[in-house]
């Protein structure tokens, strides 16, 4: 176990992200799902290579891209809630019933970035 190993299992995740962004966008479920399991399956990957490698050793360019992954799992959370939302309250408008979850105020400013 290397950093090399870390600095690829990183790559895949940026991609996978990439991947559940696209399928966010275009509301393909099965894509939703898949890349779900993939980030499921590289967070074990990844944890396991940080606790062999120790917080102190990883490299910037591993640092970097933790960094890179972390801002493009928000980005996606956000949009994960804001889709969540918008179901809701079109079944909300259907139903006649009061709406049973909000958006926090900081989330329309944050979808816009």
């Known amino acids: 176990m290397s950093q090399t ?3 690829e299992a990183l790559r895949q ?3 996978v992200l990439e991947e559940e962004r696209q399928a966010l966008a275009g509301l393909d479920l099965d894509a939703i799902v898949g890349t779900t399991q993939d980030k499921n399956r590289l967070c ?6 940080g606790e062999h ?3 102190d050793t990883i490299d ?3 640092r970097g891209m933790l960094d890179a992954a972390r ?3 928000e980005v996606n959370r956000q949009v994960r809630n804001i889709i969540a939302a918008n179901v809701s309250r079109r079944l909300n408008a259907l139903t006649g019933s009061p709406q049973l979850y ?3 105020p900081g989330y329309a400013m944050a979808a816009g970035r």
């Open 5 to 7: 190993d870390l600095r």
């Open 102 to 104: 909000r958006i926090p």
């Open 71 to 73: 801002r493009l799992n």
């Open 44 to 49: 074990g990957t990844i944890d396991v290579l």
């Open 53 to 55: 490698l120790g917080a």
């Open 60 to 62: 910037e360019e591993c």
């Open 13 to 15: 995740m940026l991609a």
